[in-house]
């Protein structure tokens, strides 16, 4: 089955403690991202990537850094959370270029206290 | 003004009626116009795509490109409960600070349906 798995779907944590949330994808795509999305905001991309180690800022990358090293992970680090950093997040793949859709993964839910 | 912008809502229509959710983009630019669904605790899935002016429909759903005027709607037709839900427009622009950004994706806010029996 054709699939983007995030994990951990639900963590809580507190200010500055390292963390990483995994995303992997099974369908050999090329383009990987991540959003995050608040109430009122919608969802804002934070990284996105076209290819193994090519990574670029989306609109909102400030305290987080993406490591693209395979093709199928694409992980999300926090190395120093801080509370406004709270949000649901949510992991992207597609295949070849910007015309084509995006494939969520189920979400992660991030609460730093 | 912001990239992406969709009507407020929420939006509320009777069964069976039409449902026109719009969209307006900043980046005249843009390719790729996406519409998402996403419900509540949901992850967003994709409704329908469209590159080129004018209309394409799948099933009870429009798109509708018009680049001049720099906007994209969705029509929703026969609507029905489980279309409630928040709809998300996202465009992918050609550039962006001045380089080509084929993996970049900016979305609205997203527009709240409600259809009710």
């Known amino acids: 089955e054709a699939q983007v798995t995030q994990n951990p779907r639900y963590l809580i944590t507190v200010t500055g403690k390292k963390l990483t949330v995994t995303c992997s994808q099974n369908?050999?795509?090329?383009?990987m991202s991540w959003y995050r999305q608040d109430p009122g905001l919608g969802l804002r991309q934070i990284y996105y990537?076209?290819?193994?180690?090519?990574?670029d800022k989306g609109d909102v990358p400030e305290g987080y850094k993406v490591s693209r090293k395979e093709k199928r992970n694409f992980p999300l680090i926090l190395e120093s959370p801080s509370p406004n950093q709270t949000s649901l997040y949510f992991c992207?793949?597609?295949?070849?270029?910007?015309?084509?859709?995006?494939?969520f993964g189920d979400g992660t839910r991030l609460s730093i206290l | 003004q912001k990239e992406v912008e969709q009507n407020s809502g929420p939006l509320s229509v009777p069964e069976g009626a039409i449902a026109s959710l719009n969209c307006t983009y900043s980046?005249?630019?843009?390719?790729?116009f996406f519409w998402y669904r996403q419900y509540s605790g949901k992850s967003p899935e994709l409704i329908m795509f469209?590159?080129?002016?004018g209309d394409k429909e799948d099933g009870r759903f429009t798109a509708q490109l018009n680049k001049a005027s720099q906007y994209v709607s969705l029509l929703i037709r026969d609507s029905q409960p489980s279309d409630s839900a928040t709809y998300l427009c996202?465009?992918?622009?050609?550039?962006?600070?001045?380089?080509?950004?084929?993996?970049?994706?900016?979305f609205g806010q997203g527009t709240i349906l409600t259809v009710h029996p």
């Open positions: 992207a793949s597609s295949h070849g270029q910007g015309k084509q859709p995006q494939h």
């Open positions: 369908m050999n795509h090329e383009y």
């Open positions: 990537s076209m290819n193994v180690e090519v990574t």
């Open positions: 980046d005249r630019g843009s390719q790729s």
């Open positions: 469209i590159y080129s002016n």
């Open positions: 996202a465009v992918n622009p050609l550039h962006s600070a001045g380089g080509t950004s084929y993996g970049k994706l900016t």
